[in-house]
């Protein structure tokens, strides 16, 4: 059932707006992160997308319903879900940005990413 739900929420959710390729952003922010290490940990960041706690509470906030535990954030297919939620539901907000300004709101939701680390993204997504 919670896969039933997770795909058609990802299948439902407007078309990523202003990036032509959601899935391309992700395999930027997976190369920054972990350079594609889903053992990498760095304190309560774990994963591919080096994932908080705070990203699985906030996914589940958007599906309105607990389909994600702390521990799938160690899972590629289902942290890079994580992230299309992610992404899609903030996407209303932020249409007008670059992949690599995207990138940096995985690092700082709210805005304000260091310039070095929207610089690394943009030299990944090259």
Not at 9 to 29: C, E, H, W, Y
Not at 92 to 97: L, R, S
């Amino acid at each position: 059932m919670k896969k039933l739900v997770c795909a058609l929420i990802l299948f439902t959710t407007p078309i990523f707006a202003q990036s032509n390729n959601l899935d391309r952003v992700i395999g930027a922010l997976i190369k920054v992160e972990s350079n594609g290490n889903s053992k990498a940990r760095n304190g309560n960041a774990v994963g591919i997308l080096q994932m908080k706690p705070a990203m699985v509470k906030e996914v589940n906030r958007i599906l309105k319903k607990n389909i994600y535990a702390l521990d799938d954030r160690w899972d590629k297919g289902k942290s890079i879900e994580m992230a299309k939620v992610f992404f899609n539901y903030w996407m209303k907000h932020w249409h007008k940005m670059t992949d690599a300004e995207l990138c940096g709101r995985w690092m700082m939701p709210n805005g304000g990413a260091p310039k070095w680390y929207i610089e690394r993204c943009a030299k990944e997504l090259k």
